[in-house]
């Protein structure tokens, strides 16, 4: 069992950037592939960005290319997605998680953090 806790959301105005970060415990991320989901209001949540676990394949949804990194530190136990240009339809609760299927970029994920909300004002 992996625990996640998200951190990094906030306020912020269209063009400018917001870096999350998700912290581990309970087992070693290198467990893990990993990966960033958001739901806005009445919407489907959707994978924005996902991570295996030695960082060697990375995905990211169209919409956000070019805009969105993530990253890991297996030593550290952490997962950022560094955001930048955001727009306000990036609006939405930002979810991490966690798939035993490290190699794999599209789970199932069965882990997850409590999410934290992003609000990118226009």
């Known amino acids: 069992q992996v625990y996640l806790g998200e951190s990094g959301g906030g306020l912020v105005q269209a063009g400018g950037s917001l870096r999350l970060s998700c912290a581990a415990s309970g087992r070693t991320l290198s467990d893990y592939a990993m990966a960033w989901f958001r739901q806005a209001p009445g919407k489907e949540r959707e994978l924005v960005t996902a991570i295996t676990w030695s960082g060697g394949n990375t995905y990211y949804v169209d919409s956000v290319k070019a805009r969105f990194t993530i990253s890991r530190d297996n030593a550290k136990n952490t997962v950022a997605l560094q955001m930048n240009s955001l727009r306000p339809e990036d609006t939405a609760v930002y979810y991490c998680?966690?798939?035993?299927?490290?190699?794999?970029?599209?789970?199932?994920?069965?882990?997850w953090g409590q999410g934290t909300q992003v609000t990118v004002s226009s």
């Open positions: 998680a966690a798939s035993g299927r490290r190699s794999s970029l599209f789970g199932p994920y069965e882990y």
